[in-house]
């Protein structure tokens, strides 16, 4: 059985398609995108079917269970990068999105974009190369040594933060982020 949804949003113009297709429940299938939120300007909101002028980046969240390095290689197929997070606004809004694609849960690990490069003691984001400017971590993290590069939002019941893990592990979701080019 396979079955796909479309939400289109139309802002003057421009046309985001976003899809949701299962096929039979095979591993690795997309599952739910149905947390789509954009940003416009100042403004950031959970995705209703309409969006204000102009919009120039939207967030999709993906439940598939997949490695740091397969998220951004999923994301990258699909014309995005893995999320970067660069306010409070936005990580309020991918954590609202997250919640509303995945469903109630206890914890949820979704895989965002941040990573350190073995050279650097820094973080930086993949979609663009910059150091963090905004930082959600989690108290005492990142570790000072650890060997864990990649960046996990991470959600344990009652707040939102950012752990570093290893790159290698599963975890079942993973947030991508689209630019609109104007």
Not at 37 to 57: H, M, N, R, V, W
Not at 78 to 100: C, W
Request: with cysteine; glycine share 8%; net charge negative.
């Amino acid at each position: 059985m396979t079955s796909t949804e479309c939400v289109i949003a139309l802002p003057i113009l421009l046309v985001a398609f976003v899809f949701t297709m299962s096929n039979g429940g095979n591993a690795g299938d997309v599952v739910s995108t149905h947390g789509i939120g954009y940003i416009a300007g100042d403004e950031y909101q959970l995705f209703d079917g309409s969006s204000p002028e102009p919009l120039t980046k939207w967030f999709e969240v993906y439940n598939i269970s997949m490695t740091w390095f397969e998220a951004l290689l999923f994301c990258k197929s699909r014309h995005g990068n893995l999320a970067t997070i660069r306010s409070p606004e936005e990580n309020d809004l991918l954590s609202k999105m997250v919640v509303q694609s995945l469903g109630p849960r206890s914890q949820y690990w979704v895989w965002i974009g941040g990573k350190r490069l073995e050279s650097m003691d820094e973080f930086i984001w993949m979609t663009d190369g910059h150091p963090f400017t905004y930082t959600n971590w989690f108290p005492g993290y990142p570790a000072n040594g650890s060997r864990y590069p990649c960046v996990v939002n991470y959600y344990n019941g009652t707040m939102w933060s950012w752990f570093t893990y290893d790159c290698g592990y599963k975890f079942n979701a993973c947030s991508c982020e689209y630019q609109v080019n104007a």
